[in-house]
């Protein structure tokens, strides 16, 4: 590895150990055994260096999302694939040291970072589109701009809302199987209009 991939490494661990405020320069330095001239010359801040790392970070989180291909034996765009998605997905969460604890605290710095949070802006677009095919079936790559925008940003922003209750209060966040019980009701709901 060089000394990119290295800072990026060392990064994702700070990230993981001390958060995004409280993690340094000299910190990521120490952790990654490079220098700080590094982190200005490859990412140009150590916030930029940051946002990288926990958008890498949460790009991992992609395998476990489709927990070993257990989805792939239920319809696509079907309430069961729903369940299957949103039960891994939320799988993730109750795991301690869980980088969606990390969200959270990137979340509330948005608008204190502007750097971070535009880089943040242009990812969140694309986890949509990503999230679009594990639950409704297809390729990334073939996930249009609309779809993305409209259904994918549906999906983050559910997303983003079970971090925020899995962070706050895991006793009463919802399950995989409440989500599908209410979004069973909405459906309904909109069949009988």
Known sequence: MGHREDLLEGAKRCLLAKG???????????????????????????????????????????????????????????????????????????????????????LALGDRLPEVRDHLAAAQREAGRGLVPLLMGGREEDVSDEAADTLGMFYVTLMTGLIAQWTFDPRTAPDAERLTAGLRRVVEAAARR
Do not use: C
């Open 20 to 106: 995004f405020a409280r993690t340094t320069a000299r910190d990521v330095v120490k952790e990654s055994g490079t220098n700080l001239a590094s982190i200005g010359y490859h990412y140009g801040s150590k916030d930029a260096l940051l946002a990288q790392a926990y958008v890498s970070l949460v790009e991992g989180m992609g395998d476990a999302f489709e927990g070993g291909g257990s989805a792939d034996d239920t319809e696509p765009g079907s309430l069961e694939r729903f369940e299957r998605v949103w039960s891994n997905i939320v799988g993730t969460m109750k795991e301690p040291g869980s980088v969606w604890r990390l969200s959270v605290e990137v």
